[in-house]
C-alpha cells in the first residue's frame, strides 16, 4: 500500500512563491507517474502538473511558465514549485501516485495554499 503525505501549503501573498513536497512510501517510487492536482472551493478538483517516470513533465495552461513539477527518486519525493502565485491558485492540493499497468491510483491528504493579502 502506496502512503503519500503532503507538506509545504501555508498563506502566502500575491506574488510570492511556496515549494509543495509529496513523500512517497511503500512501492517503487521509479514506477509512478506522479502529479500534482488541486481543488478550489465549489469547483472540481484540477490537473495542475504531471511528471512521468521517466521525466516527461506537462502543466495545466493556467500554471506554465509560473510552477514546476520535479522528483527526487533518491528522496522518494516530488516536488511543485509555485512562483508568482495569484488569488486564483488557492485550492487544496494533492499529490497523485499512478501506474495504469498495475492498475494502482493513489491520493495524499491534501495540502492547502491560500494566496492573499
Known amino acids: 500500500q502506496v502512503q503519500l503525505v503532503e507538506s509545504g501549503g501555508g498563506l502566502v501573498q500575491p506574488g510570492g512563491s511556496l515549494r509543495l513536497s509529496c513523500g512517497f512510501a511503500g512501492n517503487i517510487f521509479s514506477i509512478y507517474v506522479m502529479s500534482w492536482h488541486r481543488q478550489a472551493p465549489g469547483k472540481q478538483r484540477e490537473l495542475v502538473a504531471i511528471i512521468t517516470d521517466g521525466g516527461n513533465t506537462n502543466y495545466a495552461d493556467s500554471v506554465k511558465g509560473r510552477f514546476t513539477i520535479s522528483r527526487d527518486h533518491a528522496k522518494n519525493t516530488v516536488y511543485l514549485q509555485m512562483n508568482s502565485l495569484k488569488p486564483e491558485d488557492t485550492a487544496v492540493y494533492y499529490c497523485?501516485?499512478?501506474?495504469?499497468?498495475?492498475?494502482?491510483?493513489?491520493w495524499g491528504q491534501g495540502t492547502q495554499v491560500t494566496v492573499s493579502s
Open positions: 497523485n501516485a499512478k501506474n495504469i499497468r498495475i492498475m494502482a491510483d493513489y
